[in-house]
């Protein structure tokens, strides 16, 4: 049987496929798998792993001859038809748990460097253009005390939710539904949207990516936002109206925002750069040595499962046996 894998990953799953028999071709190389080159290989694989910058569409999964999984190696999985997988008995799989602390810290990390302008002080020092002490050089804000809205408070929020309350942090959240862990461990309080909105310091977003969260921060409800607001987004960049955050960066309508995501990806809005008040990231979240080798690993274990006829560890839509 045979595995495609569109890159090469840390921590070389593939030893573990064809230690176990599967025959594993990977794509090689910086540049990312064509779209081409996908359909041709994927064609006749019984397994695919892929990551959340190969676009898996209804096309390409038209395409599977004999594939029975697709791996995706990444929490996120809005880059694949689920709805045209399952029709075609394909189980997806991703990779939670194992990132979530990860892309919590990374959270935090950018959180603290929009709130304490880390990047702008960077940038002086390589500038050469830091002239000594001064009382009100580079001031920031503190988050002691500060409101922090978490819009999705699954596993990711919740991590984060910890980290800011031992920053002394007051934490509200918006979900769909209750969250009672936070809600006990971080004494956080569930509230609709568009009060999360009026109400936080600093809001970050935790969501997945699908048509009810896309652009669920836009130009009409980023004006709710408080003057000195910092927005942090490292789940996916579509989840906030870019045009607007800029609008409102630009005028000084809130504070500040560090991103990790963007609309566009890998392509950077050339607004944001000319920006001092954001704090940009090259999509890092779950960027450690340890979370990508075990991400990579998942996907292999999934791939295993599945093509030995056993349940993959983490699915994410359920098929007709
Ligand atoms: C990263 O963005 C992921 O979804 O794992």
Redesign the pocket.
Known sequence: MKVFITKELPGNPEKMLRKNGFKVTIHKGNRPVSRRELIKESADADALICL?TDKIDREIIAGLKKCRVIAN?????NNIDIGAATEKNIIVT??PDI?TDA?ADLTMALLLAAARRIPEGERMMRANAFKGWKPDLLLGVELKNKILGIAGAGRIGSAVAQRAKAFGMKIIYTDHKQNPVIDIEEGAEMVPLNTLLKKSDIISFHLPLNQTTRHILNCANIKHLKRNAIIIN???GEIIEEECLIKALKEKKILAAGLD?YENEPEINKEFLKLENVVLLP?I??ATRETRAN?ASLAAVNVLNILKGKEAQTPVNRINN
């Open positions: 959340l190696v990444a929490v996120g999985f991703n990779t990132l892309t490292t789940s996916r995501v999509h979240g779950s991400m």
